[in-house]
């Protein structure tokens, strides 16, 4: 469970940044961001989830990599609507642990889960953060 949380970071950091990007900087970690999820880090989960045959990513019972994955695809899908067209396997995933009664409440609309930055509030974290 920890390699593959520990696996998903980069890309989840790329993920939750691309909006604080530099207007400058933008196109570039776009690029980066999506080739890095549709040829790196989505084809090994794809892998993980062929090999081990089972609903989840350890064992066969929900765990902290499962969640993680599924945000992690939700933040993709953000960006990119159709990121799990060539993904089978992550697009059952995904259906799978979106359907768990709790999870699917805290998907639903007005739930606690943070919505995508607002644009008035970018400059305030570039100028943090660049």
Same mark, same amino acid.
């Given at each position: 469970? /920890? ?6 970071? &980069? $890309?989840?950091?790329? $993920? ?7 207007? &400058? ?9 999506? /080739? ?12 993980? *989830?062929? &090999?081990?045959? =089972? /609903?989840? $990513? ?5 765990? %902290?990599? /499962?969640?993680? $994955? *599924? ?10 609507? &159709?990121? *799990?067209?060539?993904?089978? *396997?992550?697009?059952?995933? =995904?259906? %799978? !642990?979106?359907? !768990?009664?709790? !999870? ?9 889960? =943070?919505?995508? !930055? ?5 400059? =305030? ?6």
């Amino acid at each position: 469970i /920890d390699m593959y949380v520990e696996g998903m970071f &980069d $890309l989840n950091e790329l $993920l939750m940044t691309h909006g604080y990007q530099p207007a &400058d900087k933008k196109e570039e970690h776009f690029a980066n961001m999506m /080739d890095k999820t549709e040829n790196r880090y989505f084809p090994a989960f794809e892998k993980v *989830l062929k &090999d081990h045959g =089972k /609903d989840f $990513l350890v064992g066969n019972q929900l765990s %902290r990599a /499962d969640v993680q $994955l *599924l945000e992690i695809i939700l933040m993709a899908e953000e960006w990119k609507s &159709d990121i *799990l067209a060539k993904f089978p *396997l992550l697009q059952s995933f =995904k259906a %799978r !642990i979106s359907a !768990i009664p709790t !999870i699917k409440k805290f998907l639903q609309p007005g739930s606690q889960r =943070k919505p995508l !930055i607002r644009a008035e509030d970018v400059p =305030k974290v570039i100028k943090i953060f660049y």
